[in-house]
């Protein structure tokens, strides 16, 4: 079947995907954009200061040739030749226009022929530069078209009663190879570069996902087997550099929620095996039992004594039942159950109550509490149900001659006592300490101890269900398990209410 939500994040993935290279696409075209009218504005204006260059250059030099003529050191011959020579000049030949002209704009000397009236366009610069060389002498005065391509300058020259008209189109490909060489280029390289890596660095970080996804449909199935591949979850991976902490956290998480899973499926199927042996034994004695009475073989002067140990044999399957359905309720707290009482009068009746167990293996038990009252809250019934599983469970991993010790402490911060059980036992491997408080759990299947391994499963129930916690450490001073668990201080009472 396919998940439709999966779908969807995938499909907005992508969508945020493409949102993005498209907005990288957009940011590096109005770039470039920018660049391109930059370079049509450098090409325009280097024009521009061409033009003016050059009409300012023959404009100087006519004005010389002049001078000298006028003075008589040249003859009008070499003047006419001299003015030919200077407007058709190689060192201009990157100009497209050059006249000579007098007052009235009638061509006199030009590189395009001669002996014809100026057209409109440069009349009106040739006025302008008229009016504005009355005030400075020898003024350059240069007008450009609307798009600024077409550029046109102008000198008047009173004196000599020459006017010089330079006129020059920008040519649009200059700009265009200016653009492609110092921006184009470079900018698709860029982006180019800048796409495969946003595409590379994108299906390095969905990578991790993709893997925790199909870990998790595995397991969802039921195969416990399925890990997150250890390269998302090793920080000294090179995949670190581009993966999240957060990212490694989850697909360790979901490692970790998967090994409990796997944990559970095999403590379950023990479990059920367990159950099914102790199940089938009673029903298999009660079984033999009434067939042998049915059938004659028990006389009926042995009804009482072996309905007894038919009795026995459905307390053990009633006891097992209710261990199963109270681990499963515990955590369910009444509220008109809660109360207040001594935590010191509970530890000190547990430690006598289990005086015969602990006189069968001679382990010394002692409590160390805090003087004065040790008032606690809560559903009194279960949290002295939590301390005689801990001190059971404690007597059964404690050798003989050995010893557990109880004490309390005060958490005025927290409002909370804490209690710690000590044993001299073996304790339990750093690595197994969580998983004690898991259903049907046994740290040591091998051994053959009596119940389901749901003692200190229930204890984590109780104490959840109050708020409270319990961990499970190693005792510096006796050297075994250390069970460390809280239970909860009366609530405050309400001043104004007690007014």
């Known amino acids: 079947m396919i998940d439709k939500n999966r779908n969807v994040n995938t499909t907005f993935g992508l969508f945020l995907t493409l949102f993005l290279i498209i907005g990288t696409v957009m940011i590096f075209a109005v770039l470039v954009f920018l660049s391109y009218q930059n370079c049509i504005s450098t090409v325009q204006n280097d024009n521009i200061i061409l033009t003016d260059e050059v009409c300012g250059a ?8 002049d001078f000298i003529r006028n003075s008589g050191g040249m003859s009008d011959e070499a003047f006419n030749a001299l003015v030919d020579f200077e407007v058709l000049s190689s060192k201009y030949s990157n100009v497209d226009k050059i006249y000579v002209t007098d007052d009235h704009g009638m ?24 009016i504005e060389d009355q005030s400075i002498e020898g003024l350059v005065t240069t007008r450009v078209s609307d798009d600024r391509l077409l550029s046109t300058s102008a000198v008047f020259l009173p004196e000599s009663d020459y006017c010089v008209v330079v006129s020059n189109a920008a040519n649009p490909s200059q700009a265009f190879d200016l653009f492609r060489n110092s921006t184009l280029l470079p900018a698709a390289v860029a982006l180019l570069a800048a796409i495969a890596l946003f595409v590379g660095f994108t299906q390095l970080m969905i990578r991790p996902m993709r893997n925790i996804s199909k870990v998790t449909n595995r397991a969802g199935e039921g195969d416990f087997s399925a890990r997150v591949d250890a390269k998302y979850t090793n920080y000294d991976d090179m995949n670190s550099i581009v993966i999240s902490s957060d990212l490694q956290e989850m697909a360790r998480n979901v490692n970790d929620m998967i090994e409990k899973l796997e944990n559970q499926e095999h403590d379950r199927n023990i479990f059920i095996s367990s159950v099914a042996h102790d199940i089938r034994t009673p029903l298999t004695s009660i079984n033999g039992f009434v067939t042998a009475m049915m059938d004659g073989t028990i006389p009926a002067d042995q009804y009482e004594k072996y309905m007894t140990l038919i009795k026995q044999e459905v307390d053990r399957i009633r006891k097992l039942i209710i261990s199963m359905t109270e681990a499963s309720s515990l955590s369910h707290i009444d509220p008109e159950l809660m109360e207040a009482f001594d935590l010191r009068d509970v530890v000190t009746d547990v430690i006598q109550n289990l ?3 602990l006189s069968e293996k001679e382990i010394t038990a002692s409590a160390v509490l805090p003087e004065g009252e040790l008032m606690v809250f809560g559903e009194a019934q279960q949290l002295c149900r939590v301390i005689v599983n801990i001190i059971t469970n404690a007597i059964k ?49 091998s051994r053959k101890q009596e119940g389901f391994g749901l003692g200190l499963y229930i204890c984590k129930q109780i104490l959840q269900g109050h708020g409270q916690t319990i961990v499970l450490g190693q005792s510096e001073d006796l050297g075994g398990a250390d069970f460390i668990f809280s239970f909860p201080y009366p609530p405050e009472q309400d001043k104004n209410a007690e007014n």
Do not use: H, W
């Open 58 to 65: 023959i404009g100087s030099n006519i004005k010389s040739y």
């Open 107 to 130: 061509v006199l000397y030009s590189n395009s022929g001669s002996g014809f009236l100026l057209d409109d366009t440069y009349l009106l610069c040739l006025e302008a530069a008229r």
């Open 355 to 357: 005086e015969p167990q």
């Open 397 to 445: 991993f404690t050798p003989d001659n050995g010893q557990i010790r109880v004490s309390v402490q005060r958490d005025d911060k927290d409002r909370k006592m804490v209690i710690s059980v000590e044993d001299s036992g073996p304790g339990v491997e750093k690595e197994k300490r969580n998983r004690v408080f898991e259903s049907f759990y046994k740290a040591d299947p």
